[in-house]
């Protein structure tokens, strides 16, 4: 089993920056992508980005340029920098993971492709 465990999320205002904590453990492999989806109130969960295993990395548009994705595979945690937060960017956002196929593959930014999933972090981003 896989447990994947988020912190960092809070409250900020438009403009400021937050970092995102996913800490994975309960699996002796090391070889999981870890992506980030974020779910606002009323809308579909959608994906944000992705760290695959050769720590390349893929963002949707929306996040480009704001959020960066890091790794520290000494502490199994994954990182999200998100900066210059926006009130699009409000909502639940969950660590996912997934035994990646080969090494480097990026896997499309939809919840169809990871198998486990975080609790989720709350992330308010006030005008």
């Known amino acids: 089993q896989v447990y994947l465990s ?5 409250s900020v205002q438009a403009g400021g920056s937050l970092r995102l904590s996913c800490v994975r453990s309960g699996s002796r492999h090391t070889n999981f992508y870890i992506g980030w989806f974020r779910q606002a109130a009323g809308k579909e969960r959608e994906g944000v980005a992705v760290i695959a295993t050769d720590d390349t990395t893929k963002y949707a548009d929306s996040v480009k340029g704001r959020f ?3 790794r520290d595979n000494a502490k199994n945690t994954v990182y999200l920098q998100m900066n210059n937060l926006n009130p699009n960017d409000t909502g639940v956002y969950y660590c996912a993971a997934n035994r990646s196929p080969q090494d480097g593959y990026r896997p499309p930014l939809k919840s169809d492709y990871f198998g486990y999933w975080g609790q989720g972090t709350q992330v308010t981003v006030s005008s």
């Open 6 to 10: 988020e912190s960092g999320g809070g």
């Open 68 to 70: 960066t994705l890091s």
